[in-house]
């Protein structure tokens, strides 16, 4: 027997998404909606200052016993990512500062009362001395040899350092075009709409600590969570709730969950902790903060011939569990050449510890910052040929022909016609005729046209993690299909949805297979109790992955429906398929439902090999090759520039993407336009500046400025499918891509707007005021 | 993020709430968009709120030949939708239009966001350069020196704004408001309004800091506004020139 694609639910197919209907009513269960009798509510004192020696802790008189500091916390263990990578320095990251405090908003002691507003009164009586010490606020300046030293023991405050020479250092001779720029992206905070919170409290009856956890990564934060405390880990449930955004903010094991965890199982009673918007902010400022020295070395005609780089990334005071410090600077190295084909290469990085809040990789990690620093030196070698900037690209893209294609930097990439996906946007914005009515602007409102081509390596495996040495490697992913006795299936997932849709595409690939009406489905995701283990939602995995697990469950679980079935029509089990809810036979048919009633209520009808597993299979799933999916895209973008007033705006916006073979593409566009809002904050809005004393700038969303509606163009958005070799389904992870493009879109686009005045902005956002600076000084 | 502790003391009327208003440690709220973030910030943590959109004498609209007088609780709502007079051109509409966004006009007031006195709000400057009035329980201000700096005003304790009196200019004349925001609804980074009539012209220019900054018949020119300027960074006083010359008349 064989699985038959089925009928219009299945892989394909723009099926409206099963979980839209409780959200869209306001019936969703997120964190701050569950509250069992008895919780009270935790506020945490957090260190003003951003590196100070802890002197004195006083808790107010009368409050002594619903106050905690590290010095309360016997036992439990601080949080530690040790990479394996030669050279990295540990950090250890107390739960409560014990001592010393490295960035604004540290917890230093936490308070517990029956309500939030009782428990931030009885913080702002904790008497705390700090003795401020000189703070490192900049990546930079914190590798000066005099620069103060985050953490003890440490010759200087580099995580990290990385250095790769990659081809024959001659060859650099050979260019008739030299560029250089320096690039910097400014530090971010990711702003899901429901912040970090959690529910926790100990289960006497399982004798186990059930926390309920804004979390993308149940899983991981179950494995840290344990160690951290020192129980077993079967005895510790984490159960992800509908979640309202994570993009790699919830992509980690907090503090918050360490400390909640400890004070439920001593306390007795639920805990909660819901983080609040000034919280996130003024601690949660967390990403994407980059520095690069690039040059790059061309022909004449624009063929690029070499690379070099040094690349800070400012890590933030600690290496958080799981990621670590130096996950971002390692892929900085590693994928800035990007898609283009050139013969050598060099980059430093360094993973700078600084004063702020310790660094998460946000949706596309280091690849915004990466695209478009690579994506400038494109524009920047157009400009000094006197080329268009996608004819340069053309001259350097990896050819279809030569896929799968192993690039400078040993990354595989499986499938693509990137060419051909750069074409249709130019094709897309009409380039001609924007040159045109480009030379007709010469006011003081320019026109600018950029782009951007750039790849996402997705659902990376055990062989891409297992060399850095991070707490978590990704090996087979597993699912469970289990049919209920009426027909209906429970899918049961190790990963997380929190808006991309999973709920519903999962069940598209069971209905490829089973034709079960996915309305007869249950997803059942982000709880440890009642899933296989995974390492969670994170790096555009879950398609590729959990997919990959629910089509091999599935496919074995029709195995063992197709022998009962075929026994119930009086067949051979070689003449009967599955398929559109039925097992069909030459004869008839009979329904799955049919099937499942059989096997759980009148076993007597079974035949006498039926499979005692019954009709729950638990099936794991890697790809044939576990170097990752590479989707690709290409964003084209043309804009209009006030040179006055320094406004920006989108005048265009058009996207070729190739995800593989797409599940369901109407999900796929919501995860692309997501992305691009969230890439058109970091081109545009998005900047949380610290102050010399390592001070945050904005403490509400009025201060830290994120695009909303208005700000998100109409984005035309065109596919390729080149299907992946090596999964499932063909299918490609393409969760981040929309958030890469934008930043190097935009920023070529915008530059291309000032050259005719000779300005240009060379750091993100690209604000009014950076904007006004620039032309000012190329008037001046 | 949980405001501290107050009571609430619900005035009946506006005598009732100059008496609630006049002792120590009380904040009015009006609409409560600014001050109820500010109480959860705990940047500010008064004993007692009196809230004054419950007071009926607080509310209406009326209009002369020469002046429509708004009640101080009109919200920006009901400004935005024309649910209140309004000058020639519905020029209180659409400043309304462009406050914040719609959840906010719901609740915020006229009278609320004068006192209020944040340097880059609409009404301040709209009209301070429309030559408006404040009515006060005790007495008539001009718009123009009742905000003194930012985040303070002229009231004294127990002191209640009543209404908002704004003088009908004569048909056919010039008016423009321009405001530079990163998004539609923030708070201006530039702002500037100008009004032009048959006798004379204002031009205020907001988001500066303070109060407005207010120049009348010669002084009205980019020249004179960068003459006030100087205070300004060279990128702010830059930006801030293209909005006013986006106000001026051709």
Redo the contacts between chains.
Sequence with gaps: MDGVQSNGEGVGRSVPRKEDDRYLRGRGLFIADIRPQGTQDLAFVRAPVAHARVTAIRKPAGFEHCVFTAADLMGVLPITAVSGLPGFKQSSQLVLANGRVRHVGEAVAVCVAD???EA??IA?LVEVDYEEMPAVSDMLAGMAVDAPRLHEGWTDNAFLSTRVDIGEASVRTNAAIVVRRTLRTARQHMAPIEGRGLVVQWDRRLEQLVMHSSTQMPHIVRTGLAECLGLPQEAVRIIAPDVGGGFGYKGILLPEEVVAGHLAMRLGHPIRWIE????SLTGGANCREHHYELTAYAHADGRLIALDCEAHVDAGAYSIYPFSACLEAAQVASILPGPYDFEAYRCSTWSVATNKPPILPYRGVARAGVAYAMETMIDAIAREAGLEPHEVRLRNLIPPEAMPFDNITNKHFDSGDYPQCLRRVVDAIDVPAFRARQRQATGPVRLGLGMAIFCEQAAHGTSVYAGWGIPMVPGFEQAQARMSPDGGLELRVGIQSHGQGLETTLAQVAHSILGVPIARMRVVHGDTGVTPYSTGTWGSRCMVMAGGAVAEACTQLAHRIARIGAHLLQCSVADVVVGDGEVRGPTGSVSIETVARTFYLRPQDLPEDVDGGGLDVTAGYKPERDSGTFSYAAHACTVSV?T????IKLLDYAICEDGGVLVNPMIADGQVIGGVAQGIGTAL?EEMAFDAFGQPSA??L?DY?I??A??IPVLRIDHMETPSPYTRFGQKGIGEGGAIGPPAAIANAVNDALAGIGARVDRLPI???RI??AV?AARA | ?????FDLAVPEDISDAATLLAGEDRRAMAGGQSLG?MLN??ATRPAWIVPLTGIAALHGAEQTSDAITLGAATTHAALADGRTPDLEGGVLARIAQGIAYRAVRNRGTIGGSLCHADPAADWLTTLTALDAVVLTTTRAVPLEGFVTGAYRTLLVQGEIVRAIRIPKPATGFHWRYHK?C??????A??MAACLATTDGIRLAIGAVGGPPLLLTGDHVSLAGAEAVLGFLD???R??QL??V?RVLPA
């Design positions: 309500t939030r507003a931030e009164d702002e609040d918007r000034r919280e006030d006055r007033s320094g406004e809005y403490a509400t009025a400025s695009p909303g208005t700000e604000t009014a005021a006004v600076t000012m | 993020m949980k405001a501290a502790a973030p910030l705990r530079l990163r998004k539609p609804g923030e708070f980074h530039a060279p990128v702010d830059c930006i293209e909005a010359s």
